[in-house]
Each structure stands twice: as C-alpha cells, then as structure tokens.
C-alpha cells in the first residue's frame, strides 16, 4: 500500500489526532510501514497501551481499502499533504491538515481565493455588502471561500454561484454532510460547481468544536480574509486571528457605530485591518495576480439606481425592519413624502411593505 494511503488511514484512525499523528511521522521514516506495527511499536511512538491495541487492531490494509472503498462510493477525494495537488499555502501554515477530503473542482485549491465571513445573523446591510462583494470578487476571477454556514456565509456562496463563479465551502462537519439542514440544495450546487472542502472524513459526529478548527482551513487557504459584518463574539473573528497569525490580509467592511453587529468589524478596523468600502479596495491588493483583471465589470453597489432620498430611507432599512411611523420619526420628513418615496422603493422591488406597515429590504 502506498504511502499517501498510509497516512489516509492513520488520519482515519479513531485516536490519532493532528499532534500524535505529528509525533509519529517526525519520530523516523518507519511510519510507512504502520500496517505492520505491532503495539509494542505504536506505544514506542507515544501512544497508550490501551489506545497501541485499538490501533494495531483496526489499522490494517482491508480496513484502509473498505474507507477508500466508502470514498469511492460517495464521490470523494482525498488530497494528503503528500500529494502535488495540496494547497500550498495551507501547507505554508503552522498545523496544516494531514488530509484535506474533497468533492467537486479540486483545481481551486491554488487558484487565487479570498475569504469572506461574518455573522450567522446579518441585518440587511450585511446580506447586500456580503453579496456585492462575492459577486465583484468572483466577476474578477478570485474564487470566493467562506464556511457554509447560515448568514453572511450562505449568502456569500449563494452570490459567488449567481455570478457563475468559483466558490469554496469548508464544512465544519464530515465532507458528506450538509449542514444546515437549509443549505443541502446549496451544498450539492458548490459539489457540482465548485468545491467542498473538510478535515473531517466520512462517518465522523458532528460536534460544535469541530467548526473554530475548520475556521485555520478557511484562513490557511486563501490569501485573505475578510469580514464582513460580526459581533464581538463572531466566530468569523476567529478566521481572522487565524490569517493574521499566517501573516495573511485582514479586510473589515465598516458598520453603524450603534449597530452590535459592526462591533467586531469595527474591532478589527481598530486592530489595523484594511477598510473596506467597495470590492475595489480587496481587488487592489491582488491587482498582479487577477486572472481576469479589467475584464469583468465591477457589480453595481446596492442601491446605487436609487434616488437621494430614496437611498436615505434604503440605508434606514438595511438596518432592520421598520414601521411607517418610525422611519418617519428617523427621517423627519412629512407623511406625504415619506410615502411617496416608500412607494417608489416598493414599484423599484427595492423594498416590500410587511403587514403592519413595516418595511423591509428585498
């Protein structure tokens, strides 16, 4: 059995995580040949008596072959840090993964990517700047990475996929595994249109703490992070401590001061992270490397075919809902004209009237 697959079983192998798989394959060359191990030899690797037995027991050539057989089977490939296919700049960082499992255009791995993360929560103003910039990023040829997840995340994807570019999805659960529930249709689009990316193989249980250590993948793999909208307890905020720590570039998209959304971009911002007011100021930073420089034209941002006024009442509402009364309060115009722009918004399918006269962004 060759040594790529070796080191797919060891990372398979129930107990072996990242660092006693770290210790077994700095410890000497012997490790490619683990299948003859007895547990007299794992236990001379650091392994516990108990934990050597267990190992030395599943840890044969037809265990290893019914795994291959179950990747086969679903359509996944795995990329070891051994192979010329692994991403380099992951492999560049401090705890890159022994195995990396993959579904759809493996290619993207070393294509110029970004990453774009926030908030599982947005307000409107975070799904349009979210989206805004994934489809400008992908209409320039840079593939669009993020998490999967609900929020800034999903809408991200969903962007990347309406503008027929390339996108990345992480998981944070096993590579078969769509999650949540709500992005499975999202999940098998990037499978056939993009790529799916996990550290975690087939059969493996969820667990909530599996998702801060994909967040190192998101980082290790592209050449920047940017976040778009998050509070200060955002996960997306540990994405970029990791990309900060690799040395990466760090983008925050500005928010309202009074907005708990905008306090962890606004953190960032403080932090020394670049601004970010249009896709122009994350494209500037790439202008060497983009594929499709000055060809794709960059998206219109939100809003920009509305009038003065209207755009006044649009940027009330990407902060959240808001009854007639109170955006007449906010704007402290007449009721006149307040309904008369209002009523423009909705004939523009810029805005919907909710029951209760409440509005809300489309």
Known sequence: MNKRWVLIG????????????????????DWVHALDFEPGDWTARGLEPELALRVTERFTPGWIEERAEVMRRKGI?????????????????GKPPWVLYTIGNRDLLNRLSVALVGTRVPTAYGR?????LAETLCGSGITVVSGLARGI????????????????????????????????????????RGLLVSEYPSGTPGHPGL??????IIAGITRGTV???????????????????????????????TSPKSRGTLGLLKQGAKLVTEPGD??????????????CPEAAAPGAELTTDEQAIYHMLEQGDASFEELLARSGWDFGHLHSV?????????????????????
């Open 10 to 29: 060891l990372h398979e192998c129930p107990g072996l995580g990242w660092k006693r798989i770290a210790g077994i394959l700095s410890k000497d060359e």
């Open 77 to 93: 490939e795995p990329v070891t840090i051994l192979d010329e296919s692994y991403p380099i700049l992951m492999k560049e960082t």
């Open 128 to 132: 349009k700047v979210a989206a805004w």
């Open 153 to 192: 995340d999903g809408v991200c994807h969903e962007a990347a996929l309406r503008a027929d570019g390339s996108t990345i999805a992480v998981l944070g659960t096993a590579i078969d595994v769509a999650y949540p529930r709500e992005h499975a249709a999202m999940y098998r689009q990037i499978a056939e």
């Open 211 to 216: 998702f801060p250590q994909r967040n190192r």
């Open 227 to 257: 976040v778009v909208e998050a509070d200060s307890r955002s996960g997306s905020l540990i994405t970029a401590d990791q990309a900060l720590e690799e040395s990466r570039d760090v983008f925050a998209v500005p928010g309202p001061i």
């Open 282 to 295: 994350i494209l500037e930073e790439y202008a060497s490397l983009l594929p499709r420089a000055g060809v």
């Open 342 to 362: 209002l009523l423009s918004l909705i004939m523009k399918k810029a805005v919907v009237q909710l029951p209760g006269s409440v509005y809300r962004i489309i």
